[in-house]
């Protein structure tokens, strides 16, 4: 069963805590994306890797990293020093750098 | 039912109808855009793509038409459904953008029984 799967569905961050946001992808895709979604916008890229260890800023990375150790895998970790990190984030591959496909994302709220 | 202008964050149609949901791009360069559906709490779903050597393309229940000239593109949603009810958003391709896609906000399609 192919598909791109993301975890936890739903995480709670404290003050001051990293947290790390899991993807995965089966697909044999080499680009893998990270996606935040806030209510009544657009899709804003945090990261993009179009390669194995090798990763790029997007529009808003500050506060937000990532690695890409193995082709399936690209984790996101929000950081403390993102100061505003409730929202939806989205994990996206692609196969041609053009189509992307999107898992079922994760809501992280703060306590 | 159709959403008209620039972009309307929401459109009601009736169930049976067809659907014409539009959006307005920003550069002219742009070769390729996607057509996504995003039901509540879930993750974008692919539905139709387009490149800009070509007018229109149909799927399966959906068409897309590109019209270079004004910068717009729709997707036409036919015998709309209760399962068609999301949000529906457009992605653009511009050169030299490093292949990251540029996604509108979306528009709310509500299916009235």
């Known amino acids: 069963d192919g598909g791109i799967t993301q975890s936890p569905k739903y995480l709670f961050r404290k003050e001051g805590q990293n947290v790390t946001l899991s993807c995965e992808q089966n697909?044999?895709?080499?680009?893998m994306y990270w996606y935040r979604q806030d209510p009544g916008q657009g899709l804003r890229l945090i990261y993009y890797s179009q390669i194995v260890n090798d990763f790029q800023k997007g529009d808003i990375a500050e506060g937000y990293s990532v690695s890409r150790e193995k082709k399936e895998s690209f984790p996101l970790t929000v950081t403390s020093a993102q100061k505003n990190p409730t929202a939806f984030y989205l994990c996206?591959?692609?196969?041609?750098?053009?189509?992307?496909?999107f898992g079922p994302g994760t809501r992280l709220l703060v306590l | 039912g159709e959403s008209v202008g620039l972009h309307l964050p929401t459109l009601s149609v009736q169930e049976g109808d067809n659907s014409i949901i539009n959006c307005a791009y920003s550069?002219?360069?742009?070769?390729?855009f996607i057509w996504y559906k995003q039901e509540s709490g879930k993750g974008p779903q692919f539905i139709i793509d387009?490149?800009?050597?070509?007018d229109k393309r149909q799927g399966q229940r959906v068409t897309v038409l590109l019209n270079k000239t004004v910068k717009h593109l729709s997707l036409q949603i036919a015998a709309t459904q209760p399962g068609d009810s999301a949000v529906y958003f457009c992605a653009e391709l511009p050169p030299g953008s490093d292949y990251k896609l540029s996604f509108g906000a979306g528009t709310t399609v509500t299916v009235r029984a």
């Open positions: 697909l044999n895709h080499d680009a």
């Open positions: 387009i490149r800009s050597n070509m």
């Open positions: 996206a591959s692609s196969v041609n750098q053009e189509t992307q496909y």
């Open positions: 550069n002219s360069a742009s070769d390729y």
